[in-house]
């Protein structure tokens, strides 16, 4: 190595270290090391990217609409106070109009970062400072307008847009401290500088900004249908789109009433869309951040508990991940070879199949009662939290804004109580924007685990009543051994008197019929028997399985026969789960391609998986696809391997008989 290479070398290592001693820690866009603080690097941006739409038409209603109006004493249609519009200073317009374009040019450089068509470094921070100045605008122009302009009571007090004003406010401050630490988290080295969103979260980000902006379409167009203010008809498109219909403000033109129709069910359709986005984001993030790690540690706990039969063996629970490029003996094999009863291998896997299943039972509970406990603080935070709000903006006592707020929540809409000062209308549209999505969830997993429950005791009764299943209440008889012999004795008595054999004619009838259904005379794959029929110890000394294929055409006929069958499985509706004893068959299938020499089997080849633990961290339990489709995979693969070996054989035995069909060309001509 030359003195300047040796220099160069020294100061990498340097700065390298000094990078390591520094608390921040940039990372670059294409770093692909592990990722942490999963709520700041994902669920805040996306939180972001679809809370500042709103922001800014709380920005919007407080620049089109005056911030003071003199309430009359007549009436509107509507049966509420008529208020008269008075006139903002021109400074607080024009502040007014800079909050808003503050506030659109932060939400625009968040999706410029998004699409990263702007560096990280770069749009987040002006994103940042963009809302605190819309906010610090706002603040400024709400405390001006206290202090130099106010209303004068009784009749004049603040509109709707002030309050609008005041909620956009408080909305971009919000959103600049969670984009603050999203990026604390980037300078320190939790996640590189980009927002790692999916497909999915990118376009609930385009459904919340579509459903946002047909709020405003709604507000422009009832502005003018109906004759109301654009803070009533924004208030107006709200209630319509989420069904609530509290009839405060109804369509009172032809006009409007045929609006209503084409404008309701499309904006239903967008709110679909983003409630089932939402949907799906919780799903993903609780899979990825809570169940796949509880999973996880109730892996290394059984692992942990695990015993082997001989000591001085490894555990047979333990897992090692295989270096890349080697190969490993099956665990069947391995232990045969020294010495093991091939029984007791397979007994002890299945004890590992059986530990992962009884982990996917846990988790599957765990998950849906997770889920559920979740949605219900979840809900209860809305609902009360909402409760709190109206009962101080509303002439209401506690208890009655919660029964609003419940009402609300179901979309029952009563009418009896509704919205009616300038405060709580433009809080019930952002709070009822959060609300129903809330009460969507919390019904979607309601259904998997009480409605669930529920259904399965429904169709439990009906087994046992009205639609009784066959053989039903012969297995509950079987359960009492007095019942069930009375009832042996009864029929007895009653063959006799009907002239039916009993006895050891009986008795060698039922054992001739016995031994032809367990007849092993016959292999199981040739008589067309599904896979698991067989227990493990006909497994083992199964000699057809044991010994493999007599040819690789009834190996393609077998594996085509087990693809057909896990076909129609993974199109099944319901996820299926095999036994230990079919995944022996599937697995024997998969294995029986195996083109190694010396009893070796690969983990993998260029084709696919060979092998795998059970309770490793590759077990086939643990894939994100379901068990139907992952031995299809395998399946397919093993396919491929098989007719590559018969393409191999065909061409080497074609080789082999050029030579002799040259010579006997040659002969022809010759005599020819």
């Known amino acids: 190595?030359?003195?300047?290479?040796?220099?160069?070398?020294?100061?990498?290592?340097?700065?390298?270290?000094?990078?390591?001693?520094?608390?921040?820690?940039?990372?670059?866009?294409?770093?692909?090391?592990?990722?942490?603080?999963?709520?700041?690097?994902?669920a805040i941006p996306l939180i972001s990217a679809t809370t500042a739409p709103l922001a800014n038409v709380m920005s919007i209603v407080a620049l089109v609409s005056s911030w003071k109006v003199t309430?009359?004493?007549?009436?509107?249609?509507?049966?509420?106070?008529?208020?008269?519009?008075?006139?903002d200073p021109r400074w607080c317009i024009a502040l007014n109009a800079t909050s808003l374009a503050c506030g659109l040019a932060g939400n625009l450089f968040l999706l410029f970062n998004f699409t990263r068509t702007v560096r990280y470094i770069i749009a987040l921070p002006v994103s940042i400072i963009l809302w605190f100045l819309s906010t610090s605008i706002l603040i400024g122009i709400t405390a001006a307008m206290h202090v130099y302009s106010p209303p004068v009571p009784p009749n004049e007090t603040y509109s709707q847009a002030y309050w609008s004003a005041v909620i956009a406010a408080v909305l971009y401050f919000i959103l600049g401290v969670i984009l603050l630490v999203n990026m604390l988290g980037y300078v320190l080295g939790h996640y590189p500088q980009y927002f790692a969103l999916t497909?999915?979260?990118?376009?609930?980000?385009?459904?919340?900004?579509?459903?946002?902006?047909?709020?405003i379409i709604g507000a422009v167009i009832f502005n003018n249908v109906i004759d109301i203010s654009f803070a009533d008809a924004l208030y107006f498109s709200d209630v319509t789109i989420l069904t609530l219909g509290y009839g405060d403000i109804t369509p009172t033109t032809p006009v409007a009433r045929g609006l209503v129709f084409p404008y309701t069910v499309i904006g239903m359709i967008i709110l679909g869309l983003v409630v089932n986005s939402v949907l799906q984001f919780a799903h993903d993030i609780q899979y990825k951040e809570v169940i796949r790690k509880h999973?996880?540690?109730?892996?290394?706990?059984?692992?942990?508990?695990?015993?082997?039969?001989?000591?001085?063996?490894?555990?047979?629970?333990?897992?090692?991940?295989?270096?890349?490029?080697?190969?490993?003996?099956?665990?069947?094999?391995?232990?045969?070879m020294i010495g093991r009863p091939k029984q007791v291998v397979m007994e002890e896997e299945k004890d590992r199949f059986d530990a992962m299943r009884a982990i996917q039972r846990e988790t599957l509970l765990f998950r849906r009662w997770y889920n559920l406990v979740l949605s219900v603080i979840m809900?209860?935070?809305?609902?009360?939290?909402?409760?709190?709000?109206?009962?101080?903006?509303?002439?209401?006592?506690?208890?009655?804004?919660l029964y609003f707020g419940f009402c609300s929540l179901l979309t029952i809409g009563y009418g009896d109580i509704t919205p009616s000062t300038n405060a709580a209308k433009p809080f019930f549209i952002v709070w009822s924007l959060v609300a129903v999505p809330t009460m969507t969830t919390l019904i979607s997993e309601m259904s998997d685990t009480i409605v669930a429950g529920f259904k399965h005791a429904t169709d439990v009764a009906a087994d046992w009543t009205?639609?009784?299943?066959?053989?039903?209440?012969?297995?509950?008889?079987?359960?009492?051994?007095?019942?069930?012999?009375?009832?042996?004795?009864?029929?007895?008595?009653?063959?006799?008197?009907?002239g039916f054999p009993i006895g050891l004619d009986r008795d060698i009838e039922k054992g001739a019929k016995k031994s032809s259904a367990l007849s092993p005379s016959t292999s199981h794959q040739t008589r067309g028997v599904e896979p698991g029929e067989q227990t493990v110890d006909q497994l083992a000394n199964d000699p057809d399985t044991a010994a493999g294929p007599a040819s690789s055409i009834q190996l393609a006929q077998r594996l085509a026969?087990?693809?057909?069958?896990?076909?129609?499985?993974?199109?099944?509706?319901?996820?299926?789960?095999?036994?230990?004893?079919?995944?022996?068959?599937?697995?024997?299938?998969?294995?029986?391609?195996?083109?190694?020499?010396?009893?070796?089997?690969?983990?993998?080849?260029?084709?696919?998986?060979?092998?795998?633990?059970?309770?490793?961290?590759?077990?086939?339990?643990?894939?994100?696809?379901?068990?139907?489709?992952?031995?299809?995979?395998?399946?397919?693969?093993?396919?491929?391997?098989?007719?590559?070996?018969?393409?191999?054989?065909?061409?080497?035995?074609?080789?082999e008989d050029e030579p002799t069909l040259r010579k006997e060309r040659a002969i022809k001509f010759t005599d020819g």
């Open 1 to 42: 190595m030359t003195g300047s290479s040796k220099s160069l070398q020294a100061k990498q290592n340097k700065s390298l270290s000094e990078r390591l001693r520094s608390p921040f820690h940039l990372r670059p866009a294409d770093d692909d090391e592990p990722q942490n603080w999963w709520i700041a690097s994902t």
């Open 71 to 87: 309430v009359l004493t007549q009436t509107d249609s509507f049966g509420q106070p008529i208020q008269e519009p008075l006139a």
């Open 199 to 215: 497909d999915g979260q990118r376009t609930l980000i385009l459904q919340t900004t579509a459903f946002v902006v047909w709020l």
């Open 295 to 336: 999973v996880e540690r109730k892996r290394q706990a059984t692992i942990s508990r695990s015993v082997t039969v001989e000591p001085e063996e490894t555990s047979q629970l333990e897992y090692k991940p295989r270096r890349s490029g080697r190969q490993v003996r099956s665990t069947i094999d391995a232990f045969a």
């Open 379 to 401: 809900f209860g935070f809305v609902w009360t939290i909402g409760a709190v709000a109206f009962w101080q903006m509303e002439n209401l006592t506690y208890f009655e804004a």
């Open 466 to 498: 009205v639609l009784p299943q066959s053989g039903r209440y012969a297995k509950f008889v079987k359960k009492i051994p007095p019942l069930y012999a009375a009832l042996e004795r009864r029929e007895e008595h009653k063959r006799v008197a009907e």
């Open 561 to 655: 026969l087990a693809i057909q069958r896990t076909t129609r499985d993974a199109l099944n509706g319901e996820q299926k789960k095999y036994t230990y004893e079919e995944w022996v068959e599937f697995t024997r299938l998969i294995r029986a391609t195996d083109s190694s020499s010396s009893g070796l089997e690969l983990q993998e080849d260029e084709y696919g998986v060979f092998s795998w633990d059970w309770i490793g961290e590759t077990s086939p339990m643990l894939a994100s696809e379901t068990e139907p489709e992952w031995v299809l995979n395998r399946l397919c693969e093993s396919m491929i391997r098989c007719l590559d070996a018969t393409r191999k054989r065909y061409e080497g035995a074609k080789e």
